[in-house]
């Protein structure tokens, strides 16, 4: 599964481990994510997000 990284901050939205702190399981694609999901660590919205090579 891809990666993508933030624009804003340059977290890495890892979809192996998910983001269990947004109750997000492990093994959800980034496209599966909410709209409402946003940066963890600093609220960007999922359309700051890019794929990362």
Same mark, same amino acid.
């Given at each position: ?13 890892? /979809?192996?481990? *998910?983001?269990?702190? &947004?109750?997000?399981? /492990? *093994?959800?694609?980034?496209? +599966?994510? /909410?709209? &409402?999901?946003?940066? /963890?660590?600093? *609220?960007?919205?999922? +359309? ?6």
């Amino acid at each position: 599964m891809q990666k993508y990284r933030c624009t804003v901050c340059g977290y890495v939205y890892d /979809p192996q481990a *998910g983001d269990g702190d &947004s109750g997000i399981a /492990p *093994g959800t694609a980034f496209e +599966d994510l /909410p709209d &409402s999901w946003c940066c /963890p660590v600093c *609220g960007a919205v999922k +359309d700051d997000f890019e794929p990362v090579d």
